[in-house]
């Protein structure tokens, strides 16, 4: 399996889930549980990973984070300033 890194991480949209996660007051467990519930098998300790840059995002949990978090996919890759 390929190891994927950019800049030490494993993500460039982690910093901005977890911002747009506090903005909607919810917790890791409660966004774990709405991507589940969109067909993203994921756990909270993977919600962590993922805010601190140490696991890996496919593109469509990008797509499911966004849709949930109520920002756009180009604002979480940094790409809509």
């Not at 399996?1 to 996660?21: L, S, T």
């Not at 993203?40 to 696991?55: M, N, P, Q, W, Y």
């Amino acid at each position: 399996m390929k190891i994927y890194d950019f800049n030490g991480r494993k993500n460039i949209c982690g910093e901005r889930v977890r911002q747009a996660r506090v903005m909607q007051r919810m917790s890791q467990a409660d966004l774990a549980a709405r991507l589940q519930v969109n067909g993203v098998i994921i756990e909270r300790d993977s919600i962590s990973r993922i805010e601190i840059g140490t696991r890996f995002v496919p593109d469509y949990e990008i797509r499911v984070l966004a849709e949930i978090l109520k920002v756009s996919a180009a604002w979480l890759l940094g790409i809509d300033e």
